[in-house]
């Protein structure tokens, strides 16, 4: 059972996705547990705020420690050796999440994700209380609640049982570290369109050396940062 936590200020957000599809039914399957907190509650003041101008000046606000770090404690107790979940912020500054980062998150047996807002967060909230920042990808976004669906649909599909053919986790792109090549149902011609000899063929031997070919070739094309990196170098950054 992974147990996820999220902290957010848009705890509606996270309504369809926890309750459709992949994580609606592992949840059902009592594999997987998320609970959504807004953020909001754990504002004291009468404005129940939970951001504040920057020091130093500047665009925007930035998200204040005092309800985020009671908030988050709440959910993980204090850091330290005793906290018995692990603690991620999703943030552009954080380290790029990768495949192999998420096959060693999923051992976890209870995750806190924490979502900001506006500029980010106090870097106190980083130092005191959040164990690691992760990033979704090179690119900026208005807050981390997608970037924590993200985190939750990577995860979650790697919960034993989740999936109906456990075959596939392992041989989807990333399983190694190739893209997967074109791939073709029927009909066998569209729009003038046809399907690959090979792949009518029946010639297994054949159809796996093609696939293979495909997926090294749209790798150089596309990835080539993928090639020439060995699985160690991928799991340690
Ligand atoms: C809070 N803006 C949290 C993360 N990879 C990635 N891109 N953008 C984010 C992100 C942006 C944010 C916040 C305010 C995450």
Redesign the pocket.
């Known amino acids: 059972m992974l147990e996820i936590d999220v902290l957010t200020l848009f705890p509606e957000l996270f309504d369809p996705f926890v309750e459709t599809a992949f994580v609606g039914q592992a949840r059902a399957k009592g594999l997987v547990e998320v609970r959504v907190h807004p953020l909001r509650d754990w504002a004291r003041d009468r404005h129940r705020s939970v951001d504040d101008t920057p020091y130093g000046g500047g665009p925007g606000m930035v ?1 204040t420690p005092e309800p985020l770090i009671p908030a988050i404690e709440a959910l993980a107790g204090p850091a330290g050796p005793g906290r018995k979940c692990r603690v991620v ?4 500054q ?1 380290r790029p999440l990768d495949q192999a980062r998420l096959e060693t998150l999923v051992d976890e047996k209870r995750l806190v994700l924490v ?7 106090d870097q106190r909230v980083l130092d005191l209380a959040v164990d690691e920042e992760l ?10 609640e997608i ?1 924590a669906m993200v985190v939750i649909e990577g995860l979650v599909r790697l919960v034993p049982g989740v999936l109906g053919n456990p075959e596939s986790t392992q041989i989807e792109s990333f399983g190694g570290d190739l893209l997967e090549g074109p791939q073709y149902t029927r009909p066998p011609e569209y729009r003038g369109h046809g399907v690959p000899d090979v792949l009518l063929s029946g010639d297994h031997a054949a159809i796996a050396r093609w696939r293979q070919e495909e997926a090294v070739r749209r790798t150089r094309e596309r990835r080539p940062d993928l090639l020439g990196r060995s699985r160690n170098e991928s799991n340690d950054g």
């Open positions: 998200m912020a999703l943030s552009p954080g979502c900001g807002r506006y500029e980010g967060f990033s979704v990808g090179d690119y900026v976004l208005s807050g981390g970037p």
